[in-house]
C-alpha cells in the first residue's frame, strides 16, 4: 500500500486547481496516505521544494482561484536528466507516486517520470479545454464565465455608442473558448483558429447584414489564435464606417473563484487520481468522458485529437442573425 504521494501543478494556472489538490490531498489522508506538495511545479521536484501537506493546509482554498502551490513552466524537465533528478529528490522525500495537474505539456513530463520508474496520474487542469482525451479540463466553466461578465459590460457600452466591440479571448491555439463565450453571449461574429475567416465575407459583410437589419451595435470574438484585434477593429470602422473598439481580456480569464462545475470536477478528478495511484496504476490521465469521470493512457492521450464541434459553429452563426 503506497504511503506517500506528491501533488503538483504545472503550465498555465486555472480556477480550480486549488479544489483539485484539496481532494487529492484529503483523499489521501482518508485512505492513511501522507502528501507532499511540490511548489512550483516540475521545478519544486528538481528543486527538493517540498512541503508538508495535511487536511488543514487545504481549508479555505476550495472557493480561492489560482494554485496555493504555485505552478511554473520548466525547461530543465523537458530533458531525461531532469526527470531522473526529480525522481531522485522525489524518493528522497520518501514519495512513491505523484499526481501532476496542468496541461498537455505537463502530460509529457508525467510520462516521463512514469518511464523513470515513479507512478504518476495526471489531471487536465487548463481553461482552454484543449486537452483531447477529455470533455472537460478544469478551468473552463470559470473562465467562460469570466469572458461573457466582461463581454456582457462591452456590450452595455457599444449599445450606449452604437459602436463595434473586437474582444480576444484565450484559448492558445483552440477556438473552445471563443466559440462558447461566442454563443453565450449573443455575439455577430466569431472568428477561431479551427476555421480560419475572410475579412470581408465573415467579418464585413455579417456586420453590414447586420446592420441592414436594423442592428445598432456588434459584437466581434476573436480566439487568441487568430489575434489582430486592434488592426481588425480599424479594418471594420474603415469598411463600414461604423466606430470600433478593441479589448484583450487576456490573464483576468485566468482568475476568479471557481464556480460550481469547476469545483465539483476538481473533486472528482482528484479523488480519482489518488485512487488509480492506491490500485497501482500509473501513466494515466484522469478525465471526462460522456459526463463520467475515468482514466486513459497517457500515451493514448497524448495522442488522440479532438476539434471545434461543427455544431456549436453552426448555431453561433445562425443565432447571431
Ligand atoms: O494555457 C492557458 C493559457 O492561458 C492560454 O490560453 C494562453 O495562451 C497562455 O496560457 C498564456 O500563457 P502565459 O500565462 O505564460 O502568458
Known amino acids: ?69 504555485q505552478t511554473a513552466r520548466c525547461r530543465e524537465f523537458r530533458n531525461i536528466e531532469g526527470v531522473r533528478k526529480g525522481i531522485e529528490n522525489a524518493k528522497k522525500e520518501g514519495i512513491e507516486g505523484l499526481v501532476v495537474i496542468g496541461g498537455d505539456g505537463s502530460f509529457r513530463g508525467a510520462r516521463d517520470l512514469t518511464r523513470e520508474g515513479m507512478s504518476t496520474v495526471a489531471l487536465p487542469g487548463t481553461i482552454d479545454n484543449d486537452i483531447a482525451c477529455t470533455e472537460y479540463t478544469i478551468g473552463y466553466d470559470t473562465c467562460l464565465n469570466t469572458v461573457i461578465d466582461a ?8 449599445s450606449s455608442h452604437e459602436r463595434c466591440s473586437v474582444i480576444e479571448v484565450m484559448g492558445r491555439n483552440a477556438g473552445y473558448i471563443a466559440i462558447e463565450a461566442g454563443i453565450a453571449c449573443g455575439a455577430e461574429v466569431v472568428l477561431i483558429p479551427e476555421m480560419g475567416y475572410d475579412l470581408q465575407k465573415d467579418v464585413i459583410d455579417v456586420i453590414e447584414s447586420g446592420k441592414k437589419r436594423g442592428k445598432q451595435h456588434y459584437i466581434v470574438i476573436v480566439a487568441e489564435g487568430i489575434g489582430g484585434v486592434v488592426e481588425m477593429a480599424e479594418k471594420i470602422q474603415e469598411l463600414t464606417g461604423i466606430e470600433s473598439r478593441a479589448t484583450i481580456l487576456g490573464h483576468i480569464q485566468r482568475g476568479g473563484s471557481p464556480t460550481v462545475r469547476d469545483r465539483v470536477i476538481a473533486s472528482q478528478m482528484g479523488s480519482k487520481a489518488v485512487e488509480l ?45
Not at 500500500?1 to 483523499?27: C, E, H
Not at 521536484?45 to 487536511?55: E, R, S, V, W
Not at 463581454?151 to 457599444?158: E, N
Open 1 to 69: 500500500m503506497i504511503k506517500k504521494i506528491g501533488v503538483l501543478t504545472s503550465g498555465g494556472d486555472a480556477p480550480g486547481m486549488n479544489a483539485a489538490i484539496r481532494a487529492v490531498v484529503r483523499t489521501a489522508i482518508y485512505n492513511g496516505i501522507e502528501v507532499a506538495g511540490v511548489v512550483r511545479g516540475y521545478n519544486g521536484l528538481i528543486n527538493g521544494d517540498f512541503i508538508k501537506m495535511d487536511a488543514r493546509s487545504v481549508g479555505e482554498t476550495l472557493q480561492k482561484g489560482g494554485t496555493i502551490l
Open 151 to 158: 463581454v456582457d459590460k462591452l456590450r452595455d457600452t457599444s
Open 277 to 321: 495511484l492506491i490500485e497501482g496504476k500509473s501513466n494515466r490521465i484522469v478525465c471526462m468522458k460522456n459526463s463520467e469521470i475515468t482514466d486513459v493512457d497517457i500515451e493514448d492521450g497524448l495522442n488522440m485529437k479532438k476539434s471545434v464541434s461543427e455544431e456549436l459553429v453552426k448555431i453561433a452563426k445562425q443565432l447571431a442573425i
